[in-house]
């Protein structure tokens, strides 16, 4: 899990996705099939807006915060 701001976290796990929640709200921000084996790391760059990805598959993502596209495999 990583907390993006005091009401937004990023989690991921071994289902392939990258999950943005806002906690105050319960409710799901954005869901990036991201992977296609579980994801083993999981980070967020502030000043790029950009989530970064690694996963058993033997990649690294980075994905748009705003609207979950990949910009880099």
């Excluded at 701001?5 to 409710?27: A, C, G, H, Y």
């Excluded at 790391?41 to 000043?47: K, M, V």
């Excluded at 790029?48 to 748009?64: G, H, P």
Aim: glycine residues 2%; hydrophobic residues 35%; charged residues 25%.
């Amino acid at each position: 899990m990583f907390c993006i701001s005091n009401s937004v976290v990023l989690t991921s796990s071994i289902d392939k996705q990258i999950i943005k929640t806002n906690t105050l709200l319960d409710q799901k921000l954005l869901v990036i099939q991201a992977h296609e084996d579980r994801i083993d790391g999981l980070d967020y760059n502030r000043s790029k807006d950009v989530i970064v990805s690694c996963s058993k598959d033997n990649s690294i993502k980075l994905w748009n915060n705003q609207n979950g596209s990949l910009l880099i495999k």
